[in-house]
């Protein structure tokens, strides 16, 4: 990979990593449902009217729309909201690759075995050490709906396989049209008009601000630049690069937020973004593999991340 491309990765995932603080931010502006809602319709408005529909039937849209945006960001918020760290967020969300990796076994016929199923296995032994570090005195319920976030983003990644959508930047701004009804139709319900209008009508500089990160810095430029470089190299050679995300999420929450991260959390960063590590070295052979990771099975490329995160 040219020296400038290797930068443009690293510069990829800070984005995917910093945007969990955004995020943060975003939560104290709007609620959860809200905020997910005008997320996907500032990604894909005006978006939408300037590239044409996929090449891909109406089924795959709206269920990867659904699994991706009410699903994962929509559960994801609402984690947030309910006190689990940003940090800890973009780590724990990385389980994703677990649950992908199994939902493959069930829906696709793969097979675990060897090198990637042990790599796999010590990604969930890094879960189990970040539930620990969190300890019982921790966000249960936030930690709980971050992993059901990463279950449903595994669903989605299954899902976009299944697309094969040839244009993945097309696929995934019309994508992002599905959720917006979807999300604020939850949150008229779960949330309130009240709290809606309110939100709205208090709306400052900070929650334009990271709405619009969220949007289009995260999610049109951060997938944009992603899908340039796994149209220029092989998926095997970007992909790793999307392991960096959640270091740069724990390290940019502790230096904006001021979030402790403890010994035993790194440790847990350690194992879980090491064990998806072997677990993808040891599939990249694997023509599967490789059509997962183009279509982001394996990272943010499935999604608008971390961003879209």
């Known amino acids: ?57 109406w089924r795959w849209i709206t269920g990867v729309g659904l699994a991706l945006g009410v699903g994962k960001f929509g559960l994801l918020f609402v984690g947030m909201r309910a006190g689990m760290p940003a940090g800890l967020s973009s780590l724990v969300l990385q389980a994703q690759a677990v649950f992908t990796a199994l939902f493959a076994v069930v829906a696709l016929g793969e097979r675990l075995r060897g090198a990637r199923a042990a790599g796999l296995a010590v990604a969930v032994a890094g879960i189990v050490v970040a539930a620990v570090d969190e300890g019982p005195s921790g966000p249960f319920l936030g930690f709980a709906l971050v992993i059901a976030a990463a279950a449903f983003w595994g669903v989605s990644n299954i899902l976009t396989r299944k697309a094969a959508a040839p244009d993945a930047f097309r696929f995934i701004v019309w994508v992002s049209v599905v959720p917006v009804l979807p999300l604020l139709l939850l949150s008229l319900a779960v949330e309130g008009p009240r709290a809606d209008a309110e939100a709205l009508r208090s709306l400052d500089w900070s929650g334009v601000g990271a709405l619009l990160f969220v949007a289009w810095i995260s999610t049109v430029l951060g997938f944009g630049l992603w899908g340039h470089l796994l149209r220029t190299y092989d998926a095997s050679a970007v992909a790793p690069f999307s392991l ?66």
Do not use: K, Y
């Not at 443009?8 to 995917?16: Q, T």
């Open 1 to 57: 990979m040219r020296p400038h491309h290797l930068l443009l990765a690293v510069f990829v995932a800070a984005l995917w990593g910093v945007n969990f603080v955004v995020i943060d931010v975003g939560l104290d502006h709007f609620p959860p449902l809200l905020f997910g809602a005008l997320r996907f319709l500032a990604a894909a408005v005006p978006a939408v009217f300037l590239v044409g529909r996929p090449p891909v039937r």
């Open 244 to 309: 960096l995300v959640p270091v740069f999420g724990m390290s940019s929450a502790a230096l904006l937020l001021g979030e402790d991260v403890s010994p035993l959390r790194w440790c847990a960063a350690v194992l879980l973004v090491g064990g998806i590590a072997v677990a993808s070295l040891a599939g990249a052979g694997r023509p599967a593999f490789r059509r997962v990771a183009r279509t982001g099975g394996g990272g943010p490329a499935a999604a608008p991340s971390s961003a879209t995160q």
